[in-house]
């Protein structure tokens, strides 16, 4: 029972370009969605994150936007720099459960 | 670095052998978790802790066992391994818990490899 979902294994972009990573999820009671990082031989490290009140969250370069009607959340990364080339993971959480979600992760690739 | 030690970082063990991963945190973190890593599933909750000796299952926790004595410690133990426990674990601590958005910290992974 997979109620996180990235679709994407891999994307590509150009060093400088928008990198857009995409994750659905199923379970409408998951009320904060957050985004992990994770280089490889490393563990994941906290990127991002947003409540479930909000539509968009911004730090820097990253922006998190949420659709809740669509329950469907992106990541955006502007100017995409070869230094974010990881494994992006999203996760969701719910009140007072500590089973954090997470998706399959999606492998980004920024050629210089 | 969020003060976490796993060890040991690369195991290859056989069959059936019980085998012992351990988590140890600097940071006085109520919460302790262990995770696995696999292709196509991402990362998911085997068990976790939040507090000494008191532990609850996550969604894949069969086969596994987890102990926690010591806040700073927090053992998993897979008493008779399956090729299908071949994974990347990863623990994780927290100081609020992993709901409502509370960041969880990851360590850096413990290879295991039954063959």
């Known amino acids: 029972d997979q109620q996180v979902k990235q679709n994407s294994p891999s994307l590509s972009v150009q060093e400088g370009r928008i990198s857009i990573l995409n994750c659905d999820y199923t379970n409408s009671m998951f009320d904060y969605f957050l985004w992990y990082k994770k280089y490889p031989a490393e563990g994941p490290t906290f990127l991002i994150s947003i409540s479930s009140i909000k539509d968009k969250n911004e730090d820097g370069r990253f922006t998190v936007f949420l659709n809740k009607s669509a329950k469907h959340l992106s990541l955006h990364i502007v100017p995409s720099q070869p230094g974010d080339s990881a494994v992006y993971f999203c996760?969701?959480?719910?009140?007072?459960?500590?089973?954090?979600?997470f998706g399959a992760g999606t492998r980004l690739t920024v050629k210089p | 670095d969020a003060g976490i030690t796993q060890s040991p970082r690369h195991k290859v063990t056989e069959t059936g052998t019980p085998v012992t991963l351990r988590c140890h945190q600097t940071?006085?973190?109520?919460?302790m978790y262990w995770y696995r890593q696999d292709p196509g599933h991402g990362l998911r909750l085997i068990h976790y802790s939040y507090g000494v000796k008191d532990t609850d299952k996550g969604e894949v926790s069969d086969g596994y066992s987890v102990s926690r004595s010591k806040t700073e410690d927090f053992l998993l133990t897979l008493e008779s391994a399956t090729s299908s426990q071949t994974s990347v674990y990863f623990c994780?601590?927290?100081?609020?818990?992993?709901?409502?958005?509370?960041?969880?910290?990851f360590g850096e992974g413990s290879w295991l490899t039954v063959v």
């Open positions: 996760a969701a959480s719910q009140y007072n459960n500590n089973d954090m979600r």
């Open positions: 994780a601590i927290s100081p609020a818990g992993g709901g409502s958005g509370n960041t969880i910290y």
């Open positions: 940071e006085n973190h109520r919460y």
